[in-house]
């Protein structure tokens, strides 16, 4: 389990069994890049979305966890007061759902360096499903409940910033990603709270739509935390792989 310092937003993961010290190799399927490439970039971006069924399901050999669906033992966001939403909102059980849709549009990195960017859309809607325990007031209403929730995101186009460091291990080198960076962008949130008020049906169904009918507040609240489970999430996948197959076997020299 990881829990990463964060101000308001906290994330837990339920991390993978250790896996095999490394090195390891990459899967088979997952093709690599050569950095003397002419066209390295257009290469990584090619490599990726082909790895991308490898990476959903999860790797076994390198102890990465499934991406999807990705599942996140808790999430939460501390009351900022104050703010137009002011919520202690704690889901648990989460169970994103769509990522592996994903479309990478463009990679950007330069050969031999240890910094990547990801630029990439959802085909599909992601969806996270989970129980949640809210109190607090959103838009001067108050809202409290606890029970089941959904909330979908149409058009999901992202952008991964990775910031890594070579790490040296018996002679070997490896990527260590320092700082994951995962951020959003949607045109629609859909978001349903089940059982708010106790399970009262009309005051539920009511905050439910003014929930939606403002859905642009509610994401910027929410944001912090979604991105940061992201983060935290393909950071750890991605170290356990990094940090298994040395960086040579991933980008290749030549
Ligand atoms: C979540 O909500 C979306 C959109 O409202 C819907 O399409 C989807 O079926 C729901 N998923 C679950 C598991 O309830």
Avoid at 23 to 37: R, S, V
Avoid at 51 to 62: H, I, N
Avoid at 159 to 176: M, R, V, W
Wanted: with cysteine; hydrophobic share 40%; charged share 20%.
């Amino acid at each position: 389990m990881v829990s990463p310092p964060s101000s308001a937003v906290s994330v837990v993961l339920l991390m993978a069994a250790a896996a095999a010290a490394a090195p390891a190799q990459l899967p088979a399927e997952m093709k690599t890049c050569k950095q003397t490439d002419p066209k390295y970039v257009q290469c990584l971006k090619i490599a990726l979305q082909d790895s991308l069924p490898t990476l959903v399901k999860g790797v076994r050999s390198l102890g990465t966890q499934p991406i999807d669906p990705l599942k996140i033992v808790a999430l939460s966001i501390a009351e900022e007061k104050n703010k137009p939403v002011a919520v202690n909102l704690d889901f648990s059980d989460v169970t994103i759902s769509g990522v592996g849709s994903s479309v990478i549009d463009a990679v950007e990195m330069t050969p031999g360096s240890y910094d990547i960017k990801i630029i990439a859309h959802a085909a599909s809607p992601v969806t996270m499903n989970g129980n949640y325990k809210l109190e607090g007031k959103v838009l001067a209403l108050p809202i409290q409940g606890m029970g089941d929730c959904n909330i979908t995101i149409s058009n999901t186009a992202v952008e991964l910033l990775l910031k890594g460091a070579p790490l040296e291990q018996d002679g070997t080198t490896y990527f260590d990603v320092k700082d994951f960076k995962f951020s959003f962008t949607t045109d629609r949130v859909y978001l349903t709270f089940n059982n708010l008020f106790n399970g009262d049906k009309a005051l539920g169904d009511n905050m439910n739509k003014f929930l939606n009918d403002n859905w642009e507040e509610i994401l910027k609240e929410l944001r912090p935390t979604i991105e940061e489970a992201f983060s935290v999430a393909f950071k750890d996948i991605s170290n356990n792989l990094f940090h298994k197959v040395p960086y040579n076997d991933i980008f290749p020299p030549k």
